[in-house]
């Protein structure tokens, strides 16, 4: 095990322990192993990842040493956003029984005799709206797989077809998923509980939805498929959880989509994987109810969710072995998330020491309505990522630059324009995982998948869902 799987382990370990404890020094040494963390990914990261936290640490280090902070409080900032980074490298431990259940030929044979490409969208566009909360981007992996065959018999442009429809459902999702890390996140910055999000949250989802498809209407997107009969119907999907940024969904393993299930047992089998994935969902919410945070209820629901459904799958051994593996594996690859969320954690508290006293005169001066402050703040975080800062380290700083002027909205509404400026910066971001797993299943970068190809839904769906979260 390298020095990379040792540290950022220590790391998810100590935020594990902080969560059920309420010791303050366990605070400052997982501040200090954040620091460390982020040292090591330093190296190991992607150039953007790498340039943007550098320039964020070096503005937060500023702004810090203008605040007066000591040089400890900042040193242990690095810890502040290690929550996030819990969920991010947890939550897909739960797509492992799904990856060994074999559900990838059911969903294909459920939905391979959808022809219109307008129902195709739907199917397409539900299908990672439901996975999403759980699989997170990993859904867009798996749906792409099952549905490219599908598409390639329904419509012109298969690859077109999902760039616009899958990345746009799912990050839709994220407006009232619990499991995901942009919720983890803003309810770390504003304190709002999910339950008072989630309706309204949902409720703009599913405006979102046809807004999706309502914004291609009159393109070649929807235009029939002229060919006889499909290219095949052999695809590739990536290996498990944590589907490496910038690889090519064939570069995993074969799956092969055989009509060989019946479509009685796939409806079944469809059937059950809803269900798994509703009782995953469930049961965080009913832990939150009960007075557990977002944090806590996660890691029993992941632990109870794969020894379940490794037990009735009759795979408790496989999905134990995948689990460990994927630990000792694919979360030391993450090196990119664990250095921008332990960046974000800087820049995050350096802006909140600096602006503790406000803008001196500006605050009074300017009285922003619920409809202006949404506008304000959900631009704020989508353009911030259009320029290549992450959105959930652009909800960040949003959240402390906006603290002045926010003052006068619930935690509640806070947290929705957040949210909706988060996800949106996802659509259009060139690194986001969104955007990097999708560019890496058409093969083509990620501005031209996302900055190219979203941008006009982008500023629709803002605009849009800033209007109904002042109304709601």
């Known amino acids: 095990m390298n020095q990379r799987a040792i540290l950022f382990g220590l790391l998810l370990a100590l935020e594990a322990a902080i969560q059920y404890t309420h010791i303050p020094l366990l605070a400052d040494l997982t501040g200090l192993v954040a620091l460390l963390v982020w040292v090591v990914a330093l190296g190991s990261s992607d150039r953007t990842s790498r340039t943007v936290s550098l320039i964020l640490v070096a503005v937060g280090s500023i702004l810090f040493a203008v605040s007066g902070t000591p040089l400890l409080h900042a040193a242990v900032s690095f810890g502040e956003s290690a929550n996030v980074l819990l969920i991010m490298a947890l939550v897909p431990l739960a797509s492992l029984p ?74 839709a999702s994220l407006l009232w998923a619990p499991s995901s890390p942009a ?51 052999s695809v590739a999907l990536s290996a498990g959880p944590g589907v490496e940024p910038g690889v090519r969904a064939g570069g995993g393993r074969s799956v092969e989509l055989r009509a060989g299930l019946s479509k009685a047992v796939a409806f079944r089998k469809a059937g059950g994987l809803v269900a798994g994935l509703a009782s995953f969902i469930l049961a965080i919410v009913l832990l939150q109810r009960a ?54 954690g800087f820049i995050g508290t350096a802006l909140e020491k600096w602006l503790a006293h406000g803008f001196p005169g500006l605050a009074g001066a300017v009285h922003l309505n619920r409809l202006a402050f949404t506008l304000v703040a959900s631009l704020f975080v989508w353009v911030l990522a259009l320029v290549g800062v992450h ?18 909205f619930s935690p509640t509404y806070r947290t929705l324009a957040l949210l909706l400026g988060t996800v949106l910066g996802f659509n259009i971001s060139p690194v986001s995982a969104t955007m990097l797993v999708t560019s890496g299943c058409v093969g083509k970068n990620t501005i031209e998948v996302g900055v190219k190809r979203q941008w006009k839904y982008v500023v629709v769906a803002w605009v849009v869902g800033a209007v109904l979260l002042s109304v709601l």
């Open 98 to 171: 799904i990856n060994l259940g074999g559900y990838e030929e059911a969903l294909w044979v459920v939905s391979r005799d959808v022809r219109k490409p307008v129902y195709l969208f739907a199917v397409a566009a539900l299908l990672v709206y439901l996975l999403g909360p759980v699989l997170l981007t990993a859904a867009i992996v798996l749906v792409w797989t099952v549905l490219y065959p599908v598409a390639e018999m329904a419509v012109q442009d298969p690859d077109d077809f999902l760039v616009v429809s899958l990345p746009r459902a799912y990050d």
């Open 291 to 344: 007075g557990l945070t977002v944090f806590q209820s996660m890691i029993p629901c992941i632990a109870v969710t794969l020894a379940v459904w490794g037990a009735i799958l009759g795979k408790f051994r496989e999905t134990s072995r995948a689990a460990a593996k994927y630990m000792s594996t694919k979360v030391p690859a993450l090196s990119s998330q664990f250095l921008l969320m332990t960046t974000a």
């Open 391 to 408: 959105p959930l380290i652009g909800m960040t700083i949003t959240n402390s630059l906006m603290a002045p002027f926010g003052s006068a």
């Open 183 to 233: 919720m983890a996140t803003v309810l770390g910055l504003t304190t709002a509980s999910w339950t008072s999000i989630f309706w309204p949250g949902f409720l703009v989802s599913m405006v979102l939805l046809p807004l999706a498809a309502l914004m291609e209407r009159r393109g070649a997107l929807f235009r029939p498929s002229v060919r006889e009969e499909a290219a095949g119907l």
